[in-house]
């Protein structure tokens, strides 16, 4: 049996690193994800029903139900939601992911990211940016003319330049932004300025009309954070390559809705396993405090679940401006992590450790042998819809997700016998 | 008279930090340096003859001749050099820098960088890009092709994006590509590339055909130590900043030309100290070994004087693959320099070292006592003129320069007494 894991893991662990991410396309999600086609939200996290959604989700359902012009008002869009009127979804369950609230509707355009080596794509919406926005549930006018905006103009801009260079290759982009003191969590600086310049050459000979381009890339070039979600997608595709192999420990979900943490395990199928999100510890900006802050939210900790973001921060020493901490503590939080991990990744590399590759693989049973919970660094929502961003830290699943999965695998492998 | 001394040298470190380099516009050499209105050419450097000149410096000079229309064969601008048809200058004797070569012609762009707070100007060209390019020797048709494209087709694009933008401020852009892992003299990716995101919205505006624009942005995008020439300019603005003050033994230029290495201290006027210049120690591209390496030339450790390059390492760990050496030799390098430097610069810090600022302000006691040289990482040049760059390494100042410089200050407070 050992034997059979350990065969499953490296297997895992293989995929996860041979994984070659490229982004294809931005197309409406309707056209790439066929639940889209009903009136339907995906959303971050494991499912939860309206009922149970924490505030910034509620808000972000209620701005994308305007959006799509199922509800004039926000009553009206509540109602509809709590009486049944939209069908809600884990974006997880359709490979997708999406930060924060991770609310992806119809007609919101996706990146579609190919994983070259498996065949299997992931989808991750366009980052909004910073200030008030949909994925930490605002949902006023400026938020939701922006996501016109973004659909309506900024994506023709991207997907034609997109087209004309063939695609981008993300997995050569991320390994030089951990090079260049990004994890592709909550630093992205790197990575969107490499982005930025791969693009540019496109941009200026896109077939558009000059000021919508000059637009669209003074959208992508003020919003650090841009890559996030491409990183997100391209985590999202080399772990669903990894997933559904029989008798593999290897995490391949992590994933919080803001009222529940969830994990999911390669040889356990779509089963999810779940405990109460924490509240993360960090900085909070100015006239905010935890009193304030929502628990764990966002599809964002796949970034983790492949070895980057906290995994990584031993690459990103200026992210503890932005998350708290020290130095020592970026550099110790990566160490601590080769503890649950089964490999070390080849493709990304950490200069600050002689060129170690990240963390990666997260094995279940190590996690529940030795007591070290996944590091996960992200940002903190207001616990209020609308409010937005009010700070940035580190936190951790609750550790009941990597018992309750391990209790699973037991009966399962019992039942085998 | 060590208290005169301190109180010198505290200006000289107060005046290096307080810099602001703002790369005003682009223009021809002739209009910013009059001593260009002559047959004449600047070269990286204390003074050198023609007879004493390196391979790959001749080899600039005659590409040069050619350039400016004086020769119109190798041969012909030979005779010319070597006759004393052609007058020759120190870059830094005009408040001018160059790599490698570092030769200025009075029709090349260069970029006016404004020290904001000393009100001093500081010039250098623009970077040709890597391979066959004329500040390694070569003067090819290709090399001299391109130098014409850069006077006459790239310079005014940039000099329009310039101006629209009002310019750029250097030392955010050289503080934040600190953090994104650049020392600023061989690594200058995050800095060519925050640098192009600020120029990209300007490119984009441009009241400028578009093929050229495109041809610009995509001459920019493809050598990522684009910036390299701007950092060197920021430098020496902060650093003639610091020059001429009375009984400061602050280190305020290191420069080489193949053949010498010089430096000049701010309390000693104009006077060079020199010494042979070195061979570095380092990496060499396939096919290269030490026997075809010039000794060390260029007017980039201008870097290292202001406490960025060799001085920074720690904040570059990924360096390492270039210039040789492991990730802890980088931050070694950069520890020791505190121990011959007065201050710690507040605007450039290194994540890696807690954010502590890079060492700045050298003190020619301070290398004398400790016997320590000042750290310098550097390209290494073929030793023919035309063959180009063959390497990268790590290379210190000859330590007679520092022993003449030491005389030269106990003669002259002698004489004041």
């Not at 985590?235 to 669903?240: G, I, M, P, V």
Request: net charge neutral; charged share 20%.
């Amino acid at each position: 049996m050992a034997t059979s894991i350990e065969h499953a893991n490296a297997e895992a662990a293989r995929r996860i690193q041979a994984a070659q991410p490229w982004l294809e396309d931005l197309v409406a999600a309707r056209d790439a994800i066929p639940a889209l086609r009903e009136r339907r939200l995906l959303h971050a996290g494991p499912p939860v029903t309206w009922e149970r959604m924490c505030g910034p989700m509620r808000g972000a359902v209620i701005g994308a139900a305007i959006y799509e012009g199922w509800a004039e008002a926000p009553e009206q869009a509540e109602a509809m939601a709590s009486g049944g009127g939209i069908a809600f979804d884990p974006c997880h369950h359709h490979g997708a992911v999406g930060p924060m609230a991770g609310i992806i509707s119809p007609s919101m355009p996706v990146f579609a990211v190919r994983n070259r080596a498996a065949g299997n794509t992931a989808y991750s919406t366009m980052n909004e940016g910073l200030g008030k926005v949909l994925r930490y549930g605002a949902y006023d006018a400026s938020v939701l003319d922006r996501l016109r905006w973004m659909r309506d103009s900024l994506a023709p801009v991207l997907k034609a330049a997109i087209h004309r260079a063939g695609g981008f290759d993300l997995r050569v982009l991320i390994a030089q932004a951990l090079q260049m003191g990004d994890e592709c969590h909550n630093r992205n600086k790197a990575a969107t300025s490499l982005f930025f310049r791969a693009l540019a050459p496109h941009l200026l000979r896109a077939p558009l009309p000059g000021d919508r381009v000059a637009a669209a890339a003074d959208f992508l070039n003020a919003n650090d954070t841009f890559f996030l979600n491409l990183a997100m997608a391209s985590c999202k595709s080399a772990l669903d390559a990894a997933h559904g192999i029989p008798g593999s420990t290897v995490v391949t979900t992590m994933a919080r809705n803001g009222t529940d943490f969830g994990i999911r395990i390669s040889g356990l199928g779509g089963r999810w396993f779940t405990g109460p999100a924490r509240v993360p510890k960090g900085l909070y900006f100015p006239g905010f405090g935890p009193e304030d802050a929502n628990p764990d939210i966002g599809d964002s900790a796949i970034t983790e679940t492949a070895g980057l973001g906290g995994f990584a921060m031993a690459a990103a020493p200026a992210i503890v401006t932005f998350v708290g901490g020290t130095v020592d503590l970026a550099r110790t939080s990566t160490l601590r992590m080769y503890e649950i991990t089964l490999a070390e990744n080849e493709a990304y590399r950490i200069p600050a450790l002689d060129f170690r590759g990240t963390p990666t693989a997260i094995d279940l049973r190590k996690v529940v042998e030795t007591g070290i919970l996944p590091v996960i660094n992200t940002g903190i929502a207001h616990r209020r819809p609308g409010i937005g961003q009010v700070g940035a830290g580190l936190t951790e699943p609750p550790e009941e997700c990597f018992h309750a999965a391990l209790a699973a695998l037991v009966e399962e492998q019992a039942a085998r016998r």
